[in-house]
Structure formats: structure tokens, C-alpha cells
């Protein structure tokens, strides 16, 4: 299943819950990201999660329009006030970027 959102295929659903996903793992604490389609950062961070069998929620927020754009964007930017992407929450931490590192500790995954 293709989860980047990219040109192999149009985005129909605003908003992806990925704990639907069948046969993904329930990480220790929830997964929240915010995201654009458009961008290689998210997608990276997507296909990590992804191969870490990692459940996530993820708003791809260029999809959204207007109320609930605007929505979607305060929700993020309480915890990234820059607004920039992706922006990850894993339990009470925020990462901003792709950080394979700092997503794993997040998660309790080890090296």
C-alpha cells in the first residue's frame, strides 16, 4: 500500500488513520504527523514509520481546504509554531524533519 501520497496516485482521503492499517504494531505512545504531499521529507518519514510496522495518524494538510485547512494548521503549529514540515508528535515529543534517530527514541525502538 502506498502511503506517500505521491504522483503513483491521487489522495482522496483528507485525513489517514493509520492504526486502520491491518497488521500494524501499536507504538508505545501515538503517532501524529502533519504533512504535505509535495513534500520528500514527509514521505520519508512516512516510508520509515512504514517500515517500522509503526501505527500513525497523519494529516496531509496541502489537501485540506479552507476551515479545515486553517484547522489543521493551528492543530500543528501548537506544536511546531515555525509551521514548518513534517511535523511529528510521538507521545510528548515533537520532531521536526526527518530524524530517523530521534524517531526511534521516541518510539523506544534500539538500534
Known amino acids: ?5 505521491g504522483a503513483g496516485r ?3 482521503i483528507k485525513e489517514r488513520t493509520m ?13 501524529r504527523m502533519w504533512a ?3 513534500c520528500i521529507w514527509c514521505r520519508k518519514v512516512k ?19 479552507g476551515a479545515e485547512r486553517e484547522s489543521a494548521s ?3 503549529k501548537k506544536h511546531n509554531p ?3 514540515y513534517p511535523t511529528l508528535v510521538c507521545g510528548d515529543e515533537v520532531i521536526v ?9 521516541a518510539l523506544g525502538i534500539d538500534d
Open 36 to 38: 504535505l504531499t509535495t
Open 19 to 31: 492504526a486502520a492499517a491491518k497488521g500494524r504494531k501499536k507504538a508505545a505512545v501515538k503517532v
Open 47 to 65: 516510508e520509515f514509520l512504514d517500515e517500522l510496522d509503526v501505527e500513525y495518524e497523519c494529516t496531509d494538510v496541502d489537501t485540506l481546504s
Open 82 to 84: 515555525r509551521g514548518s
Open 97 to 105: 524533519g526527518f530524524d530517523d534517530k530521534k524517531i526511534k527514541d
Open 74 to 76: 493551528a492543530e500543528m
Open 10 to 12: 491521487r489522495v482522496t
Open 1 to 5: 500500500m502506498d502511503h506517500s501520497g
